[in-house]
């Protein structure tokens, strides 16, 4: 298997044609044809299917594909060490981070890496949990900060706790609903939710799954913060937030007055605790291992280029997810988190 065959099978996915992908490669159709069918008798399977309408992957091109998507941002990776190792800091960083994990010791991480390092092109996504860690796996990114419920579902990225939020559910001002105090009275009403559901880590199913109910039978499900808000205060829906979501917090981004109105739910609620995410300490580049330290620097206070990755006593098992009242103990720092 060649760096060549890889790089060809990434261009036909892209453009799910032969003549495009020879096209932005530079080379001849044959020539490319005959890379792909040199792989295919090497690996003694088909990748591509050919059709009228052009080219699409098989399930063996798929997990190609997907290795191969990481074997090329990982020679990315190499150049820019040698690069950075010469003293020439043009780079990119792609960072995925969620909602909750948007806060202004991100930003203030941001600018100071932006101060020391003017030329690396930094990108930022809002993403959801399970992209993040797609993007991870898959190469595409090269750190998240990704918030969660209850503890990872996958041991195959490194996870390090920064801070922990607690969580409210909320309602708008003169909803019904708005004096429950027990999730149970809840079960009926019609709820909000941001995250997909099927997600067993997301806010919903792990409040659902710690008072061992059943989910809610009507679920709107919208993936916009913003349009969540708005929302949330326009309708009778119950919905789920971050504490910073209400005046007063310090968070970024909320309703003015008391348009949205925390329940008084004498129930535990599980906490949000987000986490900086990466595959490996040893494999990132430089500049993604300086804007790593950035981050625990303006998160956590710690100004170290890579500890090991921590695990809480109480971030053990997905079954016993912990409480905004535990997490008080946890240490959080103040500032303004995005909801």
Same mark, same amino acid.
């Given at each position: 298997?060649?760096?060549?065959?890889?790089?060809?099978?990434?261009?036909?996915?892209?453009? =799910?044609?032969?003549?495009?992908?020879?096209?932005?490669?530079?080379?001849?159709?044959?020539?490319?044809?005959?890379?792909?069918? !040199?792989? $295919?008798?090497?690996?003694?399977?088909?990748?591509?299917?050919?059709?009228?309408?052009? +080219?699409?992957?098989?399930?063996?091109?798929? *997990?190609?594909?997907?290795?191969?998507?990481?074997? $090329?941002? $990982?020679?990315?990776?190499?150049? $820019?060490?040698?690069?950075?190792?010469?003293?020439? /800091?043009? /780079?990119?960083?792609?960072?995925?981070?969620?909602?909750?994990?948007? @806060?202004?010791?991100?930003?203030? /991480?941001?600018?100071?890496?932006?101060?020391?390092?003017?030329?690396?092109?930094?990108?930022?996504?809002?993403?959801?949990?399970?992209?993040?860690?797609?993007?991870?796996?898959?190469?595409?990114?090269?750190? =998240?900060? #990704?918030?969660? @419920?209850?503890?990872?579902?996958?041991?195959?990225?490194?996870?390090?706790?920064?801070?922990?939020?607690?969580?409210?559910?909320?309602?708008?001002?003169?909803?019904?609903?708005?004096? #429950?105090?027990?999730?149970?009275?809840?079960? !009926?009403?019609?709820?909000? +939710?941001? !995250?997909?559901? !099927?997600? #067993?880590?997301?806010?919903?199913?792990?409040?659902?799954?710690?008072?061992?109910?059943?989910?809610?039978?009507?679920?709107?499900?919208?993936?916009?913060?913003?349009?969540?808000?708005?929302?949330?205060?326009?309708? @009778?829906?119950?919905? +789920?937030?971050? %504490?910073?979501?209400?005046?007063?917090?310090?968070?970024?981004?909320?309703?003015?007055?008391?348009?949205? #109105?925390?329940?008084?739910?004498?129930?535990?609620?599980?906490?949000?605790?987000?986490?900086?995410?990466?595959?490996?300490?040893?494999?990132?580049?430089?500049?993604?291992? %300086?804007?790593?330290?950035?981050?625990?620097?303006?998160?956590?206070?710690?100004?170290?280029?890579?500890?090991?990755?921590?695990?809480?006593?109480?971030?053990?098992?997905?079954? &016993?997810?912990?409480? &905004?009242?535990? *997490?008080?103990?946890?240490?959080?720092?103040? =500032?303004?988190?995005?909801?």
């Amino acid at each position: 298997m060649k760096l060549q065959q890889l790089r060809v099978m990434l261009a036909v996915a892209e453009h =799910g044609s032969i003549h495009e992908a020879s096209r932005t490669l530079h080379i001849s159709q044959p020539a490319l044809s005959k890379s792909i069918a !040199d792989l $295919e008798r090497e690996l003694g399977v088909t990748l591509l299917a050919r059709s009228a309408r052009g +080219v699409s992957l098989t399930a063996y091109g798929r *997990a190609i594909l997907k290795r191969a998507r990481v074997v $090329e941002q $990982e020679l990315r990776y190499a150049v $820019e060490d040698i690069e950075s190792i010469r003293g020439h /800091a043009e /780079a990119e960083l792609n960072i995925g981070f969620t909602p909750v994990a948007a @806060n202004a010791r991100l930003t203030e /991480a941001m600018s100071a890496f932006r101060q020391r390092f003017p030329h690396v092109t930094l990108r930022a996504f809002e993403m959801r949990p399970q992209q993040i860690q797609e993007g991870l796996r898959e190469g595409r990114l090269d750190l =998240g900060l #990704v918030s969660t @419920n209850s503890a990872p579902c996958t041991t195959a990225l490194q996870w390090e706790h920064m801070f922990s939020v607690g969580m409210k559910l909320a309602v708008r001002a003169g909803h019904p609903l708005r004096h #429950v105090r027990h999730i149970h009275a809840l079960l !009926d009403a019609d709820w909000l +939710v941001l !995250d997909p559901v !099927d997600d #067993v880590n997301s806010p919903l199913p792990t409040l659902m799954r710690m008072h061992r109910l059943a989910m809610p039978p009507r679920i709107v499900h919208v993936a916009s913060n913003l349009l969540g808000l708005q929302l949330a205060a326009g309708s @009778n829906l119950v919905s +789920v937030w971050s %504490e910073l979501a209400f005046p007063g917090t310090g968070g970024p981004l909320q309703l003015a007055g008391d348009a949205l #109105v925390p329940l008084p739910i004498e129930d535990e609620l599980p906490a949000f605790h987000v986490h900086l995410v990466y595959r490996s300490a040893d494999l990132m580049t430089n500049v993604c291992a %300086e804007f790593a330290r950035e981050v625990r620097r303006c998160t956590t206070g710690v100004d170290t280029a890579a500890p090991p990755p921590v695990t809480p006593a109480w971030f053990q098992s997905p079954q &016993a997810p912990v409480s &905004a009242a535990r *997490a008080a103990n946890t240490p959080t720092l103040a =500032g303004s988190y995005m909801v």
